[in-house]
């Protein structure tokens, strides 16, 4: 069993900041396959279209047949532990610092051998399972786990290495006036988050989700509007420091397309929260998580946005506030690149309609606070880029995989 | 020496008193709430342009944005539906006359200390009249209600069933309008009418008779506790916006030392 992870002290003011540095990153691009299934916490392996082998590492031809139709498809990732060893040290400054440093080879059952990081708790010649997850550096590896749950299994140091788990990590939700703020940082309460900042705008117009965030130990409200630059600034110089997970779950949204509404103005609401809020958001706390992105066990981990899956491909019944989203999304992106020297990841939770006034007409299925909330915590466990919650979001990015096209034109749905 | 030379030596040596009654422009000032399918009030927003620095080496300057109607402001006719054909009832056609005048004070704080919902009717104003004499007409009169110092949530003091503060009845608004031909209406609460102003016939009465008779309003004001009930004079210029339907402005008022 792993030791469990002891609360992290307070921070010795006298000692110098710890730098973010790197596993190293670069990759062929025949493996950036493995990335790409690891942002979505998927284990994915290389299949030959001509002869079915499975293969690895990552390459351009089949190793069986030399064919060229290499197909990244969920692979069965359970196999048998045969070698490991401990690496103590390391010329990569990274690994130096981690060391000492589990690896192994495990032999799947699906076919390959595979060199990959091993959990503590693997036992050598026992069955083991393997993920797929990002390093620091946002590319894609594995690590071998137990089959079955071991006890603190999420406190190995290598497996927390390559996710952003809340326990005993501080956490900023940017807008305690959403309805799902009561019931996102209960979830990351129960994960074991050491605080929850609630952001709260506007105190002098009450709101019902108040007095439930009141209640919580643990959640402490501060003022923050993600509309308005100085106070973005001043939450951000007050506790900026100490944030090590920002969820960013702010949401300004009205139904209607482009010609429902004959102004501006709500389009204009939409990008002020969903966008420039983001990008206030950005400026204001980037800098200090990447700068903290080694800083210990309770070290920067983690940027969320919760957006709609309608980023993607837009449903005119909400053409203005998608166009935000989409927006928001490829904002994101870059956050994702700026952040990732400081091995600070990006994830989006993408969601399909949830309960709430804005989509009172819209038939169910709809998802419920506490359906998101999980997909966060979820989401932060695994590490991953890109969290699909609930059914339509997953369907519709199936269906953009197929064809963007034609998703598009089925929600336009049908014309008279 | 005349009127203006004996004012200008008056404000010189102090005898005239300049206070402001007018809120500092702060992103977070409270601005009307209406149902949230309706288009909304924009809050005073300020975003850096540069500040000495590599955007802008000498200089230091921000964009603002907000509503005609955010933070101590001023309303025009052509804000109400009642006032939309009113002549020059945007504020860039007002005559610049109407932004000058003298200003009656009707001191409503105790009533408004003890009722959230304190209605300014026509026999608190005939009370007023008995002892400061008819309202002269085209004067601006101030409902003092010290609303100005509530802070926070108290100050649109909302409620499940919308906000609470005080406000003129239609009977009082219409008196000052028809009887007394004032020249506008002004409060310290959010809008010059009362919180519940829409269940009122007509709704918002104050809105609705001021504007419709091409009257015009201010709203948000502060230190109305710092003025006579009598002989001060308002300073109300708004900006000059085309066809705008209010504005934020400075609100003035020159007040003889002593007299407050
Ligand atoms: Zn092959």
């Known amino acids: 069993m792993t030791d469990p992870l002891a609360r ?17 990153s670069f990759r062929s691009r025949a493996a950036m ?82 060199f990959c990081h091993v959990h503590g708790d693997c036992v050598k010649g026992s069955e083991v399972r393997l993920l797929s997850r990002l390093d620091r550096a946002g590319q894609g590896v594995l690590i071998a786990i137990p089959k079955e749950t071991t006890p603190n299994m999420a406190d190995d140091p290598e ?36 605080t929850v900042f609630v952001g709260e705008g506007e105190t002098w117009r009450p709101y019902p989700e108040r007095s439930a965030l009141e209640k919580m130990d ?70 200090g998580m990447k700068a903290r992105g080694a800083d210990g066990i309770n070290n920067a981990a983690a940027w969320v946005n919760i957006l709609s899956i309608n980023a993607i491909a837009n449903d005119p019944a909400y053409g203005s506030f998608n166009a935000s989203q989409a927006a928001a999304l490829s904002l994101a992106q870059s956050l994702r690149a700026e952040l990732r020297p400081g091995g600070v990841k990006v994830m989006t939770v993408f969601c399909g309609p949830t309960d709430d006034d804005w989509y009172q007409d819209v038939p169910p299925p709809k998802l419920l606070p506490g359906a998101i909330a999980r997909s966060v915590v979820q989401g932060l466990r695994d590490g991953v880029e890109d969290v699909l919650c609930g059914d339509v979001a997953k369907d519709y990015a199936e269906r953009w995989r197929q064809d963007p096209r034609v998703l598009e034109r089925e929600l336009a749905g049908d014309v008279g | 020496m005349n009127a203006l030379t004996q004012m200008a030596t008056a404000l010189t040596r102090g005898e005239i008193e300049v206070v402001d009654l007018t809120h500092t422009l702060d992103p977070d000032f409270p601005v009307i709430i209406l149902p949230p399918e309706f288009g909304q009030c924009a809050r005073f927003r300020m975003e850096e342009v540069s500040a000495y620095d590599h955007r802008g080496p000498a200089w230091k300057w921000h964009n603002i944005s ?52 304190f209605e300014l009717t026509p026999e608190i104003i005939a009370e007023w009249e008995a002892t400061n004499g008819r309202i002269p007409e085209n004067t601006w009169v101030l409902m003092r209600t010290d609303w100005s110092k509530r802070r926070g949530a108290d100050y649109l003091n909302m409620r499940e069933d919308g906000p609470h503060s005080p406000g003129p009845t239609p009977e009082a608004i219409r008196l000052l309008v028809e ?40 709203q948000c004001l502060t230190g109305l506790d710092q003025l006579p009930a ?3 004079m308002l300073i109300c210029p708004p900006l000059k916006i085309r066809n705008g339907t209010g504005s934020p402005l400075r609100v003035l008022a020159l007040v003889p030392k002593g007299a407050s």
């Open chain 1, 8 to 24: 992290p002290p307070k921070k010795n003011p006298q000692k110098v900041q710890t730098v973010p540095v790197l596993p190293p």
């Open chain 1, 33 to 114: 396959g493995l990335t790409a299934a690891a942002a979505e916490g998927r284990f994915k392996l290389q299949h030959c279209a001509e002869c079915g082998t499975v293969q690895y590492p990552p390459r351009d031809a089949c190793v069986s047949c030399l064919g060229l139709e290499l197909l990244w498809k969920d692979t069965d990732p359970v196999g048998e532990l045969i070698a490991d060893t401990i690496v103590h040290t390391s010329p990569n400054l990274y690994f130096r610092r981690q060391a000492p440093w589990r690896c192994g080879t495990v032999r799947l059952s699906a076919g390959p051998s595979i």
């Open chain 1, 159 to 194: 497996l927390r290495e390559l996710g952003a788990d809340p326990k005993h990590r501080r956490v900023l939700i940017t807008d305690g006036r959403q309805p799902g703020a009561p019931a996102l940082a209960k979830a990351l309460l129960d994960a074991g988050a050491m």
């Open chain 1, 218 to 287: 643990g959640v402490n409200l501060m003022p923050l509007d993600l509309t308005d630059t100085s106070s973005v600034v001043e939450l951000a110089g007050e506790i900026g420091g100490k944030v090590d997970i920002l969820i960013n779950n702010a949401r300004f949204m009205r139904p209607g397309g482009v010609l429902a509404r004959g102004d501006t103005a709500f389009a204009r609401d939409e990008m002020e929260v969903n966008y420039l809020g983001l990008m206030r958001l950005a400026q204001a706390f980037g800098p």
């Open chain 2, 66 to 117: 907000m509503s005609e109607h955010t933070g101590t402001h001023f309303d025009a006719p052509v804000h109400w539906v009642s006032g939309r054909n009113v002549a020059n009832g945007a504020v860039d056609e007002i005559p610049a006359e109407a932004f000058i005048g003298p200003v009656c004070v009707i001191d409503c704080s105790e009533g408004a200390a003890q009722d959230d919902d």
């Open chain 2, 179 to 218: 009887e007394r031909g004032i020249r506008g209406f002004g409060t310290e609460t959010v809008g010059t009418d009362a919180g519940q102003g829409m269940h009122y016939a007509p709704p918002y009465p104050a809105h609705y008779i001021l504007h419709g008779n091409g009257r015009y309003g201010l």
């Open chain 2, 230 to 232: 009598t002989g001060a």
